[in-house]
């Protein structure tokens, strides 16, 4: 009876935080906003935060929810999350960075990539705009392959192989990135247009596609070292990623 009680009484506290968002292929359910001060630059910095997981048929009933959440696993699985930075859903442009886990560059501070300069980059970028929103796409290590391939993928590269390569040769394509679920969240938080930080235009043609309205890219570089040199130059060359001049759209 105690159990009832205090989940009853957890529900009354969680029920306006927690969102269904249902689509053709899949649900989501989200919980936020939570405010997440962070440490930027030597200041603090208020965000709000934003998390999700995906299920084939979510249900409204967010009591059963809650009832069933031990049983999950959702530590064995990671999930997504969004900051979300000022009045992201009613101002006229809007700075977003969809960014891919990396768990050398993010978390270790790695010089093999570029990965960790361009998350505090945007997030600054955000700041300094006034309005925007970073995605954090926990299903998009190694481009999509994993932690563990991602790891067998940088013994190819010490070994000479570039990043595409290293990706094929384990069987993967260069880029199996999906951003759908990021992009379900995002058509949830906000409808007016925004400007994407990226070199990809991959990210940018996946917004597109969903008819968001985009008004434009904002480059990201920086960060070149003799560790990353190759790794950059082979995005350039070989993923088609796009070099400094901004683009926007009418």
């Not at 906003?33 to 009933?61: A, H, M």
């Not at 600054?124 to 994993?146: C, S, T």
């Amino acid at each position: 009876m105690t159990d009832v009680k205090e989940g009853s009484k957890a529900l009354n506290v969680l029920k306006d935080k927690i969102q269904l968002i249902k689509s053709t292929d899949f649900d989501l359910y989200v919980v936020g906003p939570i405010k997440l001060p962070v440490q930027l630059d030597g200041q603090t910095v208020e965000f709000s935060w934003y998390s999700w997981f995906r299920v084939q048929n979510g249900s409204d009933d967010f009591e059963e929810l809650l009832a069933n959440l031990k049983n999950l696993n959702l530590a064995e699985h990671q999930q997504s999350s969004v900051l979300v930075y000022g009045d992201f859903k009613d101002a006229e442009d809007a700075f977003i960075r969809m960014h891919s886990i990396c768990h050398t560059g993010d978390i270790f501070g790695s010089k093999r990539c570029d990965c960790g300069y361009q998350l505090k980059t945007s997030m600054k970028m955000i700041v300094e705009k006034g309005q925007g929103a970073l995605f954090y796409l926990a299903n998009h290590e190694g481009r999509g392959i994993g932690l563990f391939s991602k790891a067998l993928a940088y013994v190819l590269q010490e070994n000479g192989y570039d990043t595409v390569e290293a990706n094929e040769a384990l069987g993967f394509e260069d880029d199996v990135r999906n951003y759908a679920e990021a992009i379900q969240v995002l058509k949830a938080l906000r409808t007016k247009s925004v400007t994407l930080i990226t070199n990809n235009p991959k990210k940018l043609s996946a917004l597109q596609q969903y008819g968001l309205p985009v008004s434009g890219r904002e480059p990201l570089w920086g960060d070149v070292s003799t560790y990353n040199e190759f790794y950059l130059e082979t995005k350039r060359k070989r993923s088609g990623h796009l070099d400094e001049e901004r683009i926007l759209f009418s």
